[in-house]
């Protein structure tokens, strides 16, 4: 394990987009920066809901995010209100420190201050690296969905 490096957590603002951006599309390449964009704006303006936070360094240097929400529903935890890992990124750099670790608690705590009894996330099949932070954060794996397309062929 590296180094731990001195890390602040704190909400995300708007003077954060430029850097919060690039985590973004680094997290989620296939998304368009626009609709990046748009999905930020909702954010700021609805942190009681949908908080994000960053990680910096002492120096400024953003280390990571991460954006939880409240949704009705998370697998395993039945029909109730719950704070949900929506995404959540460390740069490689600062990776294997503690950083996701330090995000992950300021969304728990701002989940248990709402009064969720749950907190949800999710990841896709093959990401073994959030697999297993997941885990030893103690999030229990509760299922697997893979979903299907076929292209069908119209009648003109």
Same mark, same amino acid.
């Given at each position: ?7 602040k ?66 697998? !395993?935890? $039945? #029909?109730?209100? @719950?704070?949900?890992? &929506?995404? %959540?990124? *460390?740069?490689?750099? /600062?990776?294997? =420190? !503690?950083? $996701? #670790?330090?995000? @992950?608690?300021?969304? &728990?705590? %701002?989940? *248990?201050?709402?009064? /969720?009894?749950? =907190? !949800? ?28 397309v ?7």
């Amino acid at each position: 394990m590296k180094a731990k490096p001195d890390i602040k957590i704190r909400l995300v603002k708007k003077t954060d987009s430029n850097d919060w951006l690039a985590m973004r599309r680094a997290l989620w390449p296939d998304c368009p920066p626009k609709k990046h964009r748009e999905e930020m704006a909702e954010i700021l303006a609805d942190k009681k809901d949908q908080p994000a936070w960053v990680a910096e360094s002492l120096s400024g240097e953003p280390a990571g995010f991460l954006e939880a929400a409240v949704r009705n529903y998370a697998d !395993g935890a $039945g #029909r109730q209100d @719950v704070g949900y890992l &929506e995404g %959540w990124y *460390v740069k490689p750099k /600062f990776r294997k =420190m !503690g950083v $996701g #670790r330090a995000l @992950v608690k300021a969304a &728990e705590e %701002w989940a *248990v201050g709402r009064g /969720f009894s749950h =907190m !949800g996330s999710d990841t896709w099949v093959g990401n073994m690296g959030s697999y297993k932070a997941h885990q030893a954060m103690g999030y229990k794996d509760v299922g697997r969905d893979i979903h299907f397309v076929k292209k069908l062929k119209t009648k003109s």
